[in-house]
């Protein structure tokens, strides 16, 4: 799927290594959208569950950030599970706010 991705889409990884294994990631792409402009949207911020709380993610998030102000883009957004407190307190101490609610209908089932 992230291979499609790449091809289709302008779609990035950035990740942080340790020797030779990927302990952290995100998985971005610049878009537009009549919601947010022209923006960053983080699809996937992931670290190994035995490198969490080493500050990994917060520094892809700056990543990220900084890749948008460099690009002129009006804001970074992604989309977390309403569940996922963790990852909520994570965006919100990097800077994130709630600015909408984001609904589905999955067809598949």
Same mark, same amino acid.
């Given at each position: 799927m992230i291979s499609e991705m790449m091809q289709h889409e302008k779609y990035s990884i950035a990740g942080i290594m340790d020797n030779d294994k990927v302990v952290a990631?995100?998985?971005?792409?610049?878009m537009t959208s009549l919601h *947010?402009? +022209?923006?960053?949207?983080?699809? $996937? !911020?992931?670290? !190994?569950?035995?490198?969490?709380?080493?500050? !990994?993610? *917060?520094?892809l998030l700056k990543?990220?950030?900084?890749?948008?102000?460099? +690009? +002129?883009? $009006?804001?970074v957004v992604l989309d977390t599970n309403f569940n996922n407190n963790t990852a909520q307190k994570l965006y919100l101490n990097n800077g994130?706010? @709630?600015?909408a609610l984001h609904l589905s209908c $999955? @067809?598949?089932k």
């Open positions: 990631f995100a998985g971005y792409r610049i *947010s402009g +022209n923006i960053i949207y983080i699809d $996937d !911020l992931c670290t !190994l569950e035995s490198y969490r709380g080493k500050g !990994l993610a *917060s520094q990543h990220v950030k900084a890749i948008a102000i460099s +690009n +002129n883009k $009006d804001a994130f706010q @709630l600015t $999955d @067809l598949r």
